[in-house]
Each structure stands twice: as structure tokens, then as C-alpha cells.
């Protein structure tokens, strides 16, 4: 029982590139989010998703797509990165109880 | 959209003093959760309270959540230095259960 896994664990991406964050749990959660962590300002919500077909935007959802085909995976794409983006990401999977975070992505972008 | 507000932002504490970090909503909240998130770590999940008035206890750790609904409270008796890394609420709310996130607090205790 992995939990939720992230990959990859770090990455360099250059003004403009594009590429996906990949999150997957074991724990047969319905409800799936992505979270962006910057100093001083907490977590905060970019997408979730309630099931496999539905997803809603968050806090800061602007750059940044999401699709659930099923219910383990909900990847990240960053459509065209910036330097505004260079965060810690976390996702995370939860029940009606609990919630459960990644090890997180460690992403620059120069 | 819904806040939630969070003080203080960093507290330095004495090994053995204690400490508690408050947790205001500006909207009434379905429930309330608590992670605490080690340096270089990812947030854990300590606890959810559901209930108006609603007190936990996990060992040292004290939890509160208000009447109202609207805010709520972590108290750490006795801190250790295990106690060390920052505490974060998370407010859930709305249709689809969105979770809000307080800025935190970041505890350090001092041996």
C-alpha cells in the first residue's frame, strides 16, 4: 500500500517548456487535489477532482490543466511554464476522514 | 471565497513551555483539519473535527473547534523538541468539500 506516490521528485524546466506531474494513490479515494507551496503563503489549492470525469478549478488554477480518466491518477500539466511557477507541488488524496499528501515535486523554472 | 486566517506565523518556544496556534474562518465550516509538516517534509494529517465545540485530544496535542464553527485551536503542552515544524489548519467547506489552507505556524522549540 504505496499511498500516494509523485513523480518526479525534482525538475528544471526553462521558460516556455511544458510538462506533467504525475500523482497516483492505491487508497481508492474519490477526491484528489494538487496544491502549490510558496514561503510565507501556505498551500494552496490549483485543482481538484471529486471522481474519475470531474475536476474544478481551485485558488490558482491559471497555467495549469487537469483530467481524471481514472480514479488512481490526477496529473498536473503546466501548459507553457513561467518563472511565477517555480513551487513546491503536493498532491493529495483523501476520504470523508482523512487526508493523505505526496513527498511532493520540487519544480524551478529558469 | 472563504479565508482562512491563521496566528501567529512563527512561535519560539522553550522545551517544556507550551504553545497553541489559533485558526479563524470567515465562513461557517463543515469541518476542520490540523497537519503538522516537518522541514523538507510533506503536510501529515493529525486530525479532523466535525462537531460545534468539538475537543480532541492525541497525547500532548489538544484540539478545538469553536460554536460557531468558524474557528478553532491546537494546544501543545509541555512542547518537546519533536514538536518542531510548522502546523497548518485546513478549513473544508462548500458543495464539493474544498479544503482552505491556513498560512501556518512555524513552532520552534528551543533545548
Known amino acids: 500500500n504505496a499511498g500516494v506516490t509523485q513523480t518526479p521528485k525534482f525538475q528544471v524546466l526553462k521558460t516556455g517548456q511544458s510538462m506533467t506531474l504525475q500523482c497516483a494513490q492505491d487508497m481508492n479515494h474519490e477526491y484528489m487535489s494538487w496544491y502549490r507551496q510558496d514561503p510565507g503563503m501556505g498551500l494552496r489549492l490549483i485543482h481538484y477532482s471529486v471522481g474519475a470525469g470531474i475536476t474544478d478549478q481551485g485558488e490558482v488554477p491559471n497555467g495549469y490543466n487537469v483530467s481524471r480518466s481514472t480514479t488512481e491518477d490526477f496529473p498536473l500539466r503546466l501548459l507553457s511554464a513561467a518563472p511565477s511557477q517555480t513551487s513546491v507541488y503536493f498532491c493529495?488524496?483523501?476520504?470523508?476522514?482523512?487526508?493523505?499528501f505526496g513527498p511532493g515535486t520540487r519544480l524551478t523554472v529558469t | 471565497g472563504q479565508q482562512v486566517m491563521q496566528i501567529p506565523q512563527y512561535q519560539h518556544v522553550q522545551e517544556g513551555e507550551d504553545f497553541t496556534t489559533y485558526c479563524n474562518s470567515s465562513t461557517t465550516l463543515s469541518n476542520i483539519q490540523w497537519y503538522k509538516q516537518r522541514p523538507g517534509g510533506h503536510p501529515v494529517f493529525l486530525i479532523q473535527?466535525?462537531?460545534?465545540?468539538e475537543v480532541k485530544k492525541q497525547k500532548r496535542l489538544t484540539f478545538q473547534f469553536g460554536e460557531a464553527k468558524k474557528n478553532s485551536s491546537l494546544h501543545i503542552t509541555a512542547t518537546q523538541t519533536t514538536d518542531v515544524g510548522t502546523y497548518f489548519c485546513a478549513g473544508v467547506s462548500g458543495g464539493y468539500q474544498k479544503v482552505t489552507f491556513g498560512i501556518g505556524t512555524k513552532l520552534q522549540v528551543i533545548p
Open positions: 493529495a488524496s483523501r476520504s470523508s476522514y482523512e487526508q493523505y
Open positions: 473535527l466535525v462537531k460545534s465545540g
